[in-house]
């Protein structure tokens, strides 16, 4: 069983956390609110964000590379972070 199934009601909640402030930021902008409000908004989600890519590469790494249960689960693990990481940082 894959972690982020064992953990996915802790995860979808974080998700819908993410989204309700996805909308937030789209009521801002409806409503006009002043750009250091909307910003302090994005930064926020963008926070939230970081958060959840934190927990899943944490787990990732512990699940797949740390503690794989095949040695060739460790190379392919470590691919794939490697992939996400390069994917995160563009």
Do not use: F, W
């Amino acid at each position: 069983m894959s972690h982020t199934v064992r953990a996915k009601s802790k995860l979808l909640a974080r998700v819908r956390r993410i989204r309700g402030q996805v909308e937030a930021i789209e009521r801002a902008l409806e409503n006009e609110l002043g750009c250091a409000d909307v910003l302090q908004l994005v930064a926020s989600v963008r926070g939230a964000m970081n958060g959840l890519t934190a927990e899943l590469i944490e787990d990732h790494i512990q699940h797949h590379v740390v503690e794989p249960t095949q040695e060739t689960d460790r190379m392919r693990g470590a691919d794939e972070l490697i992939d996400v990481v390069r994917t995160y940082l563009k």
